[in-house]
């Protein structure tokens, strides 16, 4: 878990490209501030079996399609968690 | 009049008290909404990639399919998969994209605009002369934007925000609409225009803003709440798919797809509206203060309700009208997308409520203050010569009150007071109030509104309803509008007279005319014509003195005689509008093909009835095109004096005005000073040379002052522009007319614009508006300078503009509104357009200006629009502190 961050997690509430709050706590935190013990992940692409990294920040979707690691696909169909994570 | 050239402030009147004067008391906002506001002042615009990433994707998949359903698939795409996102005290919900300040780009109208600028597309864009208004364009450096990259964000535009993890993929989604986009598409058409290199060079010159065809293909218009709030999104649905049967089949096809398509873009408006409920309630489950989770659980239902059904009450009315308001603003980059006369179409549901006693005028308040804040989160994506060059960073939300109602009374009514209240207690630049000022209107509605613009918000905007009804039934009496009609009409942007309809709400069986917009946009057509810059190459034979490039071929003019002056301004005027117009109608009809509008199009009358969208004239009024002017007194001021000092007193040769012009009369210019107003430049060391010229052409008549020397001039270019633009045929073969604003054009277009025959410095900032005196021009008086601008008529025109810089001191208490209320009628009485205020001392700008981190929420008026201050450009910013500050009336 160490290695996620609060723009990883169910609980943040993105205020800016900058900063947001913790849906929990109400405290203002950064989208890159180190997960906490009461973080869940939300459903990214890269969280998801059918995303395949490619380069940095790039990746695909069944193999197939465009896609990026830190997409939220909270709406997405096709999301499947990754087990290993 | 007395110019203090230490602080660089031109009055009129008496000098003012040592000290600056605070702008009148005001009220505070609610607890919630200041909260919210706070959480605005503190958030900065952000991109993000979601609604982009899945309307393209969802596009790739659909190739070959029918391009209106394609369309509308995308669009789909794009709202169901939108992370929904509510914050806390919320009373309406929803945004664009999820960030309170969030945008996105459109990269299927324009992809070139945002790609890095090492990028390959973007040097090309460049080498076109496409981004030539961004080069001259400054951004606000405070406020919420992101003016340089920082950690892990990286700036666009000067204003955007987007996190590096996000910024590979908007490249390479952008890269799938190379040769595709609209903007791709037109140019490769608009190349066919005979004539088209010097449309291009005319955009190197910046004698023309920007393509509007496609940057900002929608909006300087009116939207039109009806059909949702009568039939709800199901009620919608059920009514295409009947009229979807009974045209299957049968001759003109796009019926079905229009009908199709519309169906399957609220089937994705329908599930974005669900899952914020499914979000609300997620919030409501980790909530743990009671009256929060209370108010999440009531918002989840309000959502899931007006998710299918039509609004049970004010509450859920405001908010379907909130939420199709972003829907529109997520199909098109869109600026100037006016709600329209709001407390008029919402009065039927709220007077229910009072009765009901479901609500109170203090809980109205509140929603209307949320609603403030809402209006004011909106961004829109695009470039900075758009964005700051144009917009200053605004959205241009015109709410209208006041008017007439459908059979000619007064149709101002007590929610209207609510709303006037609550601009006065939640000051936000967003949406802008404009009183649209009739005789009928009753005194007190009148006197809150002077109330409202007093404080110094910059609105209401006051705006004459009997020459916008002129002006509407001498331009659509030929697409069927009559008087009751007319009256219907309200602001489309920040001045942009817009056609409007009477539609009939029917609630608990009684009707209530309600109205809305019933026209496309205003925002295309010919997009800003520089007429300063326009004269200078007329003076210089075609030449741009400035690049040394060609633009226009030799008139072949010795300009002996100040008829041939004119005669070679309007030829090379003519000219531009000429391409302009043919190349702006190819850009939009690839917009009609390739991304036509669909939320728009169900919203607004006649579409639905007829099957057909906005871009095949499914509007009930289609002659929306205009060409816009900008820097009129510039020009006047200028023909005036070059009439007076070289061809009735001969003072000078024109030659000696060309040496003196290519001198800058002796001074540095603009961008070395680093100062854009007239006042605060630097002489250089020939300046001696150049002192007898320049103080005999800023000595030379000027506009603004009840002479009729220059407003002879004034007077003849406005009719022969007026008349003129009739000449030019839109893309719906509609005659064309003129608009003249400004915006935030003056700017740019007068940072590259050499010193003018008026003794305007080379780089400085042109006047504003089309009426406005220049900056310290107008030495007599508010009188004079409306005897003026009214010396001709305005309802010949889309709008005019008048700003006025007034000090708080002068309509101090009930007394100084009584008088600033008369000042107003004044002016509208001789047939005034427009005329708006900032009441503010401009000691304070000129120390905002040096300490803006001290002036955050310090609102001012530009020019049809409010703006915090830390969020405009110097070039801007110099211009309103130099305008002229009356002392007294």
């Known amino acids: 878990m160490a290695d996620f961050k609060c ?12 900063s947001g709050f913790c849906k929990l706590s109400k405290e203002k935190i950064t989208p890159d501030t180190p997960f906490c013990c009461k973080a869940e992940k939300i459903p990214k692409c890269r969280f998801c079996t059918n995303y395949t990294a490619e380069k940095e920040f790039l990746g695909k979707c069944m193999g197939a399609t465009l896609a990026y690691p830190d997409m ?8 499947q968690w990754y087990r290993k994570n | 009049m007395k110019s203090d050239q230490h602080s660089a402030i031109n009055y009129y009147g008496h000098e003012p008290e040592p000290g600056i004067s605070p702008r009148e ?6 607890p919630r909404a200041n909260a919210a506001r706070e959480l605005y002042f503190e958030a900065k615009s952000s991109v993000s990639m979601e609604f982009p990433y899945w309307y393209t994707r969802r596009w790739e998949t659909l190739e070959g399919e029918i391009p209106i359903i394609r369309r509308a698939e995308a669009l789909k795409s794009g709202f169901e998969h939108l992370t929904p996102v509510i914050y806390p005290g919320e009373l309406l919900a929803m945004g664009k994209a999820p960030f309170l300040r969030g945008s996105f780009p459109m990269p299927w109208l324009s992809e070139a605009f945002f790609m890095a600028s090492e990028d390959k597309m973007y040097k090309e864009a460049q080498e076109s002369g496409k981004l030539t208004a961004d080069t001259f364009t400054t951004m606000g450096k405070g406020g919420g934007n992101v003016t340089r990259s920082i950690g892990k964000v990286i700036s666009i535009a000067g204003k955007f925000g987007v996190r590096v993890e996000e910024m590979p993929v908007m490249l390479e989604v952008a890269r799938k609409w190379k040769d595709r986009s609209v903007d791709d598409v037109g140019h490769k058409y608009e190349q066919l225009v005979p004539g088209y290199p010097e449309k291009e060079a005319i955009m190197r010159s910046v004698i023309c803003m920007f393509d509007s065809g496609y940057t ?20 919608i649905i059920a009514n295409c798919k009947e009229s979807l049967a009974d045209v299957a089949g049968y001759p003109e096809m796009d019926r079905l797809y229009f009908y199709k398509a519309v169906i399957v873009m609220l089937e994705g408006i329908k599930s974005w509206i669900q899952n914020h409920a499914e979000e609300a309630r997620f919030m409501a489950s980790v909530e743990k203060e009671e009256q929060q989770k209370a108010e999440y659980l009531e918002m989840a239902d309000r959502l899931e309700w007006i998710s299918g059904k039509p609004p049970r009450n004010f509450h859920e009315a405001l908010q379907v009208l909130w939420i199709f308001h972003v829907a529109v603003l997520n199909e098109d980059a869109i600026s100037g997308l006016s709600p329209g006369r709001v407390g008029q179409v919402l009065f039927p549901f709220w007077q229910r409520d009072m009765k009901k006693g479901v609500i109170d005028r203090e809980r109205t308040i509140e929603l209307l203050e949320c609603m403030r804040i809402k209006f004011t989160e909106i961004d829109c994506f695009a470039s900075m010569g758009v964005v700051g060059g144009v917009l200053s960073g605004n959205t241009f939300n015109n709410l209208c009150l006041g008017g007439l109602t459908k059979d000619g009374a007064s149709a101002a009514n007590e929610l209207e007071m609510l709303i006037l209240e609550a601009g006065i207690s939640c000051d936000t630049p967003q949406p802008t109030l404009s009183v649209l000022y009739d005789e009928k209107l009753p005194e007190e509605f009148l006197m809150k509104g002077v109330e409202c613009t007093k404080i110094g918000t910059g609105y209401p905007a006051w705006v004459n309803n009997q020459v916008a009804m002129e002006f509407l039934l001498r331009n659509y009496a030929h697409e069927g509008m009559d008087l009751e009609e007319a009256r219907a009409w309200a602001i489309g942007g920040c001045l942009e007279t817009s056609p409007g309809s009477w539609m009939p709400l029917e609630l608990d069986g009684e009707i209530h005319w309600i109205p809305g917009g019933s026209a496309p946009a205003t925002s295309v057509g010919v997009h800003f014509l520089s007429l300063p810059k326009i004269l200078e190459v007329a003076l210089f034979d075609g030449m741009d003195m400035r690049t040394g490039e060609r633009i226009f071929p030799s008139h072949g003019l010795k300009l002996e005689t100040y008829e041939d002056l004119w005669q070679a301004f309007r030829d090379y005027f003519s000219r531009a509008c000429h391409v302009l117009t043919l190349t702006n109608n190819i850009q939009h009809d690839a917009w009609r093909k390739i991304s036509p509008s669909l939320v728009n199009s169900m919203l607004k009358p006649d579409c639905l009835a007829n099957g057909r969208d906005i871009g095949q004239k499914g509007c009930r009024y289609n002659s929306t095109f205009n060409i816009e002017s900008c820097g009129t007194a510039n020009l006047v001021n200028s023909l005036a004096a070059m009439k007076r000092n070289i061809y009735n007193e001969k003072r000078y040769t024109l030659a000696e005005y060309r040496d003196a012009i290519l001198a800058n009369f002796g001074y540095k210019t603009a961008r070395e000073t680093g100062s854009y107003s007239l006042i605060d430049q630097v002489p250089k060391e020939d300046h001696d040379r150049w002192k007898k010229i320049h103080r005999e052409s800023l000595a030379a008549p000027k506009f603004g002052n009840d002479d009729p020397y220059v407003d002879a001039i004034m007077k003849e270019w406005e009719e022969w522009f007026c008349e003129m633009t009739h000449n030019y045929r839109s893309l719906y073969d509609q005659p064309m007319y003129a608009c003249q604003i400004s915006v935030s054009t003056h700017g740019p277009m007068g940072a590259v614009t050499l010193a003018s025959p008026d003794g305007r410095l080379c780089g400085t900032t042109f006047s504003d508006g089309s009426v406005s005196a220049y900056p310290g021009t107008d030495l007599h008086g508010p009188y004079a300078l409306f005897n003026s601008a009214t010396c001709w008529n305005h309802s010949l025109s889309q709008n005019s503009q008048l700003n006025m810089k007034i000090h708080p001191s002068v309509v101090k208490g009930r007394e100084g509104s009584r008088k600033f209320l008369e000042l107003i009628r004044a002016y509208l009485r001789k047939g005034g357009f427009h005329v708006q205020f900032n009441i503010v001392d401009s000691r304070m700008l000129k120390q905002a200006q040096a300490e803006p981190e001290k002036y955050r929420s310090l609102l001012v008026r530009v020019a049809g629009f409010t703006q ?7 070039q801007i910013q110099d211009e309103v502190i130099a305008r002229t500050e009356y002392e007294e009336l």
């Open chain 1, 7 to 18: 723009s990883d997690c169910r609980f943040y509430l993105p205020v800016d490209v900058f």
């Open chain 1, 72 to 79: 939220i696909a909270v709406k997405c169909a096709d999301f």
């Open chain 2, 25 to 30: 008391n005001k009220r505070q906002p609610t």
């Open chain 2, 216 to 235: 900002l293909p929608q909006g300087r218009e009116v939207m039109n709440y009806y059909y949702p709030l009568q039939f709800g999104i199901d009620g």
């Open chain 2, 868 to 874: 915090y201050w830390v969020e405009l450009g110097k």
